[in-house]
């Protein structure tokens, strides 16, 4: 149906996606992570690993990559709970660099060398499936009670909490759960690429993936997703600026915070609300 | 209905109404939210700065995607950007020079060349859409690169999947042309040279103590760090430790104290030039003397130009000699060095090798267009060129092999200049 | 050896000791953190480099530069990234800041190349042997530079006009403005003072090990991060302390452990410190 480059291009565009929506299921409940890297590292590992040792199929061994994530979630998530905006991020950026690190020095992992000849099984049905479900998952998780949990805590936690929202729940719940989403995603992406290495999960993918929500948005589901589609194709599109690529990349960061620091799909754009309400042209309606 | 006639204006219905804005102002007003227009007068133009780098992103220089009719495409995947950019920056200036020349004497088959450029980064995960991108879109008749051992090792099978020839000019690791017989390479693989290194060395120093420092980060330097190993202990020659550094640390003063207290006959240097000229300065601050064994890593001569006196004395495996009295090497010294003012290091030399080899297997093959049957026959006239004399030693392909077989340079540096080490 | 590493440590740290210092003055006047500041670092070492290779002038004219380039990029900064996005969030500046440092380190990359530059050095390298440390001339210097530099920087801050107002603000900015401190230019100042600091690090540490690289400015930066969160954020002893400290921890986990973990041990110490005293070791418990 498409060509092999475009199916290419297709198919990172949709672990990019997961990877966002990830970042902003954390985000969700107010916990900003600068380390979501080495959760999709720790994905993406353990599903090769599994695979080349203990020749497992392919379903099997992304199940388990994403558990681990998830488990590394956990245990990440629970100890910074009481760690605000700022010093959280610092933390995950400390955990992605430890654990950068570690992997480097651990020859069973292949060390710097990394791991390749990873069997290549992701294809754009498993990824565009799994992408659609979350999708809709998260549809229905904007009005459901944990939705409104994940907003109140993000909001105001003091009040949430005393509102009798567990917080502790909802947060270690959001961290866990995006850990698992990203550890997925690496999964996915190391079955794709056949060759992983340290290098693949450092600090710069873990900012790569924050300004996929930053960009496209991270108040509503479908920013992150706008944000990856775009961030993906530039690299392919903007291939004749090739040396000055970063900077225009490190630029946007700047200008983007100067010009519209919610992104770029607020909450209005996507209210179907705000737009009949335009369009009928009632009273002081101003586009969304 | 005459009242209508009288209905006022809508923008005189009442004073306070504001006036009428029209769509795109309503557009920009709501959907850019610009904190600075509100903050007041500041910058204005930044905003302008901003829609002049737009104007420039979408109107400036582009790469010349021309069709395939009239040109021979000639796809360059490779790291312009990134850690290992400087040797990603010579190839395709070699491949720049021997490009010139070839158009300069007439094309190939009445053809010009033109080279595309497709920066990875140094990143597998680009590489892999540079390369896909270059068989699939593109239609290069030719893929030279990639630079790296990892970028190559990705590509490589996807090339070999297209039936697409691609030929490194400069990755060095172990098995990247193995059961793919459309990958081809010209640099020297590391396990090839290593034992020629440990050979002459021993001739030359006293050897009875090594001491080994790796880049614990850099896949290329932990494989060559085993590849030594192996050597040193196939010679009998004992390993007293091995010491890590990081690729990007600037303080070494650690790592050399430790070795000044080891105090070995040899220490031998596996990372890029960067970090290997670092550490030699450092050693010899601290008053260490010995010898260095290098890697493929020194054969930029930038690392000449940062480690100086330091170097001294140490010696590296080379597939490129650029002192070497043979005039056409003399004859392509000169052109780099009038075209981008710095002597030509290894990279340019095996990338200038590289096209000059290409050309010839396009030539025999007596194909200009990208198909993949075209392109297998240019497959099989490159594995049949046989001593082809290149600025980096006669080339020599055999059927079912990837790897160009040609001479190993011992070099060393002394009095500031390279010399063959005897 | 000990005595040997000890030395290193001493030097390695009082730079990371004038770059943690930067970091902390920003954050105790705005509670934000600049991740450029990695940049500035690198960039004060390359307009040095400019100054004597093209300018053609010593190293007391490119130390001085340095400085005062650094100083009126950390403005430019503050003015881009920090001032209109102050009251957004406190989230908004550091991803601002993010862009800005992968901006500056391509286009360093591009206008210097992306290699390593050498660094020209005109001090002969004299060895002095005092007891067992052998120490060299340069290292006096640089030594003699930094802790100058940080005694300067504490009577200016204790003891000056200026120095009170930067403190007051950073305990309230706020009653600050209220007290009639022009808040917004002693930010500038704040900002100017701090990547001055990280300006002379980045040339004393081309001077130190006679090269330079538009990569350098990432991990020191992350490193000075590192040193002010073990320090307590806006804390100044602790910055200094905190640096000096990284600085032998390293130094000594290369000597005496394996040398691979040694980023991992200062990130590593930097999460223990956040999870058990988040304020720091030197740091204020209410903040």
Not at chain 1, 257 to 283: P, Q
Not at chain 3, 109 to 132: C, D, L, M
Not at chain 3, 180 to 189: E, F, K, M, T
């Amino acid at each position: 149906m498409f060509d092999a480059y475009t199916s290419q291009v297709l198919t990172f565009i949709g672990i990019n996606s997961i990877l966002a929506l990830s970042l902003y299921i954390t985000a969700l409940a107010g916990q900003l992570s600068v380390g979501h890297a080495a959760f999709m590292g720790i994905g993406a590992y353990t599903s090769a690993l599994l695979m080349a040792k203990l020749g497992w199929p392919f379903f099997l061994t992304t199940a388990c990559g994403a558990v681990a994530g998830g488990f590394f979630g956990f245990c990440i998530g629970l100890p910074t709970l009481r760690l605000k905006d700022l010093y959280l991020a610092i933390a995950t950026l400390a955990f992605n660099i430890i654990w950068v690190v570690m992997v480097m020095n651990i020859e069973a992992f292949g060390g710097a060398l990394g791991i390749f000849n990873v069997p290549k099984v992701t294809n754009n049905w498993i990824v565009y499936l799994s992408l659609g479900v979350l999708l809709l998952s998260f549809y229905r998780l904007q009005d459901s009670r944990m939705g409104r949990a994940f907003r109140a805590i993000e909001e105001d936690e003091d009040a949430a909490r005393a509102m009798g929202v567990n917080a502790v729940y909802y947060k270690v719940y959001a961290f866990t759960l995006g850990a698992f989403l990203a550890a997925y995603a690496g999964a996915l992406y190391a079955h794709f690429v056949t060759f992983i290495s340290p290098h693949d999960f450092e600090v710069d993918r873990s900012i790569e993936i924050l300004l996929f929500v930053v960009l496209g948005g991270g108040q509503t589901f479908i920013g992150p997703v706008v944000g990856a589609v775009l961030l993906t194709l530039a690299p392919e599109v903007l291939r004749f600026l090739a040396e000055y690529r970063l900077l225009v990349y490190g630029l946007m960061f700047v200008v983007i915070m100067l010009i519209r620091h919610e992104g770029l799909i607020e909450e209005d754009t996507i209210s179907w609300k705000r737009w009949s309400r335009w369009l009928r042209r009632e009273g002081d309606a101003s586009p969304p | 209905m005459l009242a209508a006639l009288y209905k006022p204006k809508r923008s005189q219905r009442n004073p306070l109404c504001p006036p009428k804005k029209s769509l795109a102002a309503k557009l920009y007003g709501c959907w850019f939210n610009p904190i600075i227009r509100r903050e007041g007068k500041m910058k204005k133009g930044m905003v302008l700065g901003m829609c002049f780098l737009l104007a420039f992103c979408f109107t400036g220089p582009r790469v010349r995607v021309s069709s395939a009719a009239d040109e021979i495409l000639v796809g360059n995947a490779s790291s312009l950007t990134g850690t290992a950019a400087q040797y990603g920056i010579s190839t395709y200036e070699g491949l720049e020079v021997a490009m010139e020349e070839i158009n300069a004497a007439g094309g190939i088959l009445g053809k010009k060349i033109q080279i595309l450029k497709g920066d990875d980064s140094g990143d597998p995960r680009q590489a892999i859409n540079v390369v896909q991108k270059f068989i699939t879109k593109d239609k290069v008749l030719v893929i030279i690169g990639a630079e790296l051992t990892g970028t190559t090792r990705v590509t490589g099978p996807i090339s070999n999947q297209g039936q697409m020839v691609q030929f490194t000019a400069s990755a060095t690791g172990a098995g990247l042309t193995d059961n793919l017989p459309y990958v081809f390479r010209n640099a020297l693989p590391e396990a090839y040279a290593i034992p020629f290194v440990v050979d002459a060395a021993k001739k030359k120093f006293k050897m009875g103590s090594v001491v080994i420092l790796t880049s614990y980060n850099l896949d290329y330097s932990v494989d060559l760090t085993k590849i030594y190993e192996k050597a040193l202990s196939a010679s009998g020659i004992k390993v007293q430790d091995k010491i890590s550094y990081a690729e990007g640390d600037i303080d070494f003063s650690a790592q050399v104290s430790k070795i000044k207290a080891l105090k070995p006959e040899v220490v031998v240097m596996t990372g890029y030039y960067q970090e290997s000229a670092q550490l030699m300065i450092e050693m010899r601050k601290q008053g260490i003397n010995c010898p260095i064994l290098g890697s493929n890593g020194f054969n930029d001569p930038k690392i000449l130009d940062l480690a100086g006196k330091a170097m001294e004395g140490s010696a590296w495996a080379s597939g490129f000699f650029p002192d070497n009295p043979d005039p056409r090497v003399r004859k392509f010294v000169a052109k780099v060095q009038e075209k981008y003012k710095k002597k030509p290091n290894q990279f340019h030399a095996q990338a200038y090798d590289a096209l000059w080899i290409i050309a010839e297997a396009i030539k025999r093959a007596g194909v200009t267009e990208s198909t993949p049957e075209n392109r297998t026959k240019i497959r099989d006239a490159l594995s049949r060129i046989e001593k082809f004399p290149g600025v980096s030693g006669t080339h020599t392909f055999r059927a079912g092999k990837g790897d160009a077989e040609k001479s190993v340079f011992i070099l060393t540096l002394r009095d500031g200049k390279y010399a063959l080490l005897d | 050896m000990l005595a040997q590493q000890l030395v290193n440590g001493l030097t390695l740290g009082s730079t990371y000791a004038l770059v943690a210092l930067g970091f902390t003055l920003v954050f105790g006047i705005l509670g934000m953190i600049n991740f450029a500041h990695g940049e500035i670092f690198m960039l004060g070492a390359y307009m040095a480099l400019l100054l004597v290779t093209v300018g053609k002038l010593g190293i007391f004219w490119a130390l001085i530069g340095g400085m005062v380039g650094a100083a009126i990029l950390g403005m430019l900064i503050e003015r881009v990234s920090f001032r209109p996005l102050r009251k957004v969030s406190i989230l908004a500046p550091l991803i601002s800041t993010i862009g800005l440092s992968i901006f500056l380190r391509s286009l360093a990359q591009i206008v210097f190349g992306a290699e390593s530059t050498r660094f020209p050095v005109n001090i002969k390298t004299e060895f002095y042997q005092v007891g067992p440390f052998q120490i060299s001339l340069l290292q006096i210097i640089i030594l003699a530079i930094s802790f100058g530099l940080m005694s300067v920087f504490q009577v200016f801050i204790q003891k000056t006009k200026v120095g009170k107002a930067m403190r007051a603000t950073s305990e309230s900015l706020y009653t600050a403005g209220l007290l009639g401190i022009p808040v917004d230019r002693i930010i500038l100042l704040s900002f100017a003072v701090a990547s001055a600091l990280g300006g002379v690090a980045g040339v004393l540490v081309g001077l130190n090990f006679n090269a330079i690289s538009p990569l350098m400015g990432k991990m020191v930066g992350l490193k000075g991060l590192t040193i002010i969160i073990l320090g307590g954020m806006g804390n100044i002893t602790g910055a200094m302390v905190g640096g000096l400290f990284l600085g032998f921890v390293e130094v000594l986990s290369v000597g005496y452990l394996t040398s691979s973990y040694r980023d991992a041990v200062a990130f590593a110490l930097m999460f223990l410190v956040l999870l058990i005293r988040p304020t720091g070791l030197f740091g204020r418990v209410a903040k």
